[in-house]
């Protein structure tokens, strides 16, 4: 019916093509060109001549449907300039043709014209209405869809807690009595205690993403000795630095109390750090500095792993994104850079990573320190 209804409008303006106006396109051709009382003479005598009718009708229709497509095809606020232009051109192409003893009839295509605008401007504001609802409809589908899906994924996680906070549970009243446990049935008992840790990590950093988005995480706002948190996060990743070997190194220049939320700053030198032993080679060190500087004070982690490939570098702040290289080598979720960031901009400081193919990666965040 829409695509029906236009073409009523249009065959309704070509219409106009057709109809006689033989004194009103005179009577314009007598203010724009200098005729004499007899229009078929031309100064100096020439004979005018007039073009024949059934090609100023197939121009005029012409017309209607070139200013159709301007209308319909071009903004609103630019459509009425370029039909002002095709007018423009019209008479333009009038006064030629009679500098060369042509009269053109131009009444016909220039009210073809103005009623062209006219009658297709109340379709295109009504198709823009629609549109926009349209538009608002699935904005509307698709923040309920984002909300189902994060109220299930919260829900979900939650649930695997509890089972994953029991397998916790007895792997470690097991290991309490090591003495009576066989050597390899601990080995075995250690790798379900890590995997365990990790599931939980893996989960805690859904449920973190899932608040980000419903924007119900919060900062707690606290004083914070960021030195004592670099080393609670260091004591937390002891075991995994040393199973492959690795030292922590930290020089800590003495700072004051910031203000900020201790869990996620926490959580944030937690994921540089286990970054760094994720991904540095075994036997190598992972570097941890504080600093203060111009108002601010400054953390720097610095491996000495397989660093990240130029071309990846702008991506590993993204939400789950991967290297190739460190999704074959090693397990994770992708969110920790991620949740990094988001959370040093939250504090209102800022979060850049500088990288070397063999070499190793550098990542440095800043907090706001008080005045």
Known sequence: MPRLSLILRIGFCAALAFVPMDGLNLTLSELLYPLRADPETFFGGATIRFVPHWLATTLSVLTVLLAAYLVLRIPLKFAWLALAALAACWILVGIVLFSLHWLVPLATPLLCILLTYLVLLGHKVRRQEADQWRLHQDAANARQ??????????????DLKTPIARIKAVVQVALADSHEVPAKL??????????????????????????????????????????????????????????????????????????????????????????????????????????????????????????????????????????????????????????????????????????????????????????
């Not at 869809?145 to 939650?158: A, G, P, Q, R, T």
């Not at 982690?301 to 789950?320: H, M, N, S």
């Not at 994770?332 to 990666?361: C, N, P, W």
Request: charged share 25%.
């Open 145 to 158: 869809i984002d909300e189902f899906k994060n109220n299930f994924v919260s829900l979900f996680s939650h």
């Open 186 to 371: 601990q080995d075995a008992l250690k790798n379900i205690d890590r995997a365990s840790d990790d599931l939980g990590r893996l989960i805690g950093d859904i449920l973190k993403v899932t608040k980000m988005e419903s924007m119900a995480l919060e900062l707690q706002q606290d004083s914070v000795d960021l030195n004592r948190t670099v080393e609670l996060a260091v004591a937390r990743l002891k075991y995994a630095g040393e199973e492959k070997k690795i030292r922590f190194v930290l020089d800590l220049e003495p700072l004051f109390p910031i203000e900020g939320d201790p869990q996620l700053i926490q959580e944030i030198v937690i994921n540089l750090a286990e970054n760094g032993v994720k991904y540095g080679k075994p036997g190598s060190n992972v570097t941890i500095r504080t600093a203060e500087e111009a108002g601010r004070v400054r953390v720097t982690v610095t491996d000495e792993g397989q660093g990240i490939p130029a071309e990846e570098l702008p991506r590993v702040t993204g939400k789950f994104f991967r290297g190739k290289a460190a999704a074959k080598n090693s397990s994770g979720s992708g969110l920790g850079l991620y949740l990094a960031k988001y959370f040093v901009e939250m504090h209102q400081g800022g979060l850049d990573i500088q990288s070397q193919e063999g070499r190793g990666t550098q990542v440095t965040f800043w907090l706001p320190s008080p005045s």
